[in-house]
């Protein structure tokens, strides 16, 4: 016989499909589902279908949003743009409480080796942000690494002619690593000793 | 402002009811899911309601099953039955391939400090397997901790009277782990080392 009746097989694959589960991880997950009471699978099932329905990308930005325009565009000036590469990058930060500007997401990073161009990720969107006047500084937030840094130089050449100061976050970040993974003090001391590019 | 909107944080909170998940695990899989495709992200939701809806226990054994009766009862003799603790450790003794005979779940252990008592778990349907004839042994596979020993104990008590033959998993298992994470060689050696108690 199969060792798993397929119900059970099928959820163990789904849940090996999230990012550092194995088998014997997502068997204990597919456990915990089948010993939950019908009304917390049904939150569970739902939860996944709502994040996956209710989360847009704001408008402006391009952050996770619930509307068309995410809380930080609605509340915030734009005085101060701080450009990441991922939505998650503005919830690394934001958990910091230091900065209170707005956030420009590209979406991606310049790549050429994956075929990644300055037209796939969203520095057209930052342009024309700029080009409506009242931004002050931008500070380039993108990781640590060569893509990063190469997304950084390509937008301060663009960007730094225009009279804007172009900030990038100071290495107190170990290079190589993701954003995301930053101990928040290191993080915190890269926002303040940002550097004039 | 709040970190997560309200779909993210939903979703986070689900995923750390799972075992062994915190916060930043938790994290990591609802943004794998929020950049899952909607078909993918409906395959789980599905999968999970679908293990809730669809996995049902044996009528007879009280292991998993689709139907009425599991694959288990339905091809195999009932001369020897294994007596486990939970419908997982099935799983965990039929992936070793050793064992061609039925199974019955108790679903629990006596447990008096819990207030779990004989007539809590399923004996009573055990007994009533062996009235109807043609057991000619049990193999106690309970976990190797106070409860399994107790509900063995407790067992054997009731069944060795009958003239059936009565054995433990030998003590290959190391005390105090569950059955379940046992690895799968000291798990055949007790089911090759079971002894007549």
Redesign the interface.
């Known amino acids: ?8 097989g ?2 163990i ?2 849940f090996s ?4 589960v194995g088998a014997k ?1 997502a ?8 010993n ?1 009471s ?1 009304q ?16 847009h990308y704001c408008k402006i930005c391009g952050n ?3 509307g068309d325009i ?3 565009c609605k ?1 915030r000036s734009a005085e101060t743009i701080c450009v990441v590469k991922e939505p ?1 990058d503005v ?1 690394a930060i ?2 910091l409480n230091e900065y209170n500007g707005v956030y420009h997401v590209l979406h991606g990073t310049i790549s050429p080796l994956d075929g990644v161009g300055p037209n796939d990720i969203n520095i057209k969107g930052l342009l024309s942000r700029i080009a409506e006047g009242g931004v002050k500084e931008v500070i380039l937030a993108t990781n640590p690494d060569v893509e990063g840094e190469a997304t950084a130089m390509y937008i301060t050449n663009l960007i730094k002619p225009l009279g804007i100061r172009v900030s990038r976050l100071a290495h107190g970040l170990p290079i190589g690593t993701d954003l995301e993974y930053a101990d928040e003090v290191s993080l915190a001391r890269a926002f303040i000793d940002r550097k004039t590019l």
Not at 27 to 34: D, E, G, H, K
Request: charged residues 35%; proline residues 4%; positive net charge.
């Open positions: 016989m199969k060792v798993y009746i397929e119900p059970i099928k959820l694959n789904e499909k999230l990012p550092g991880t068997q204990r997950f597919a456990y915990r589902v089948i939950m019908d917390e699978a049904k939150n569970f099932a739902d939860a996944i279908m709502s994040a996956k329905k209710n989360v996770f949003s619930e995410c809380d930080v509340v998650k919830i934001e958990k």
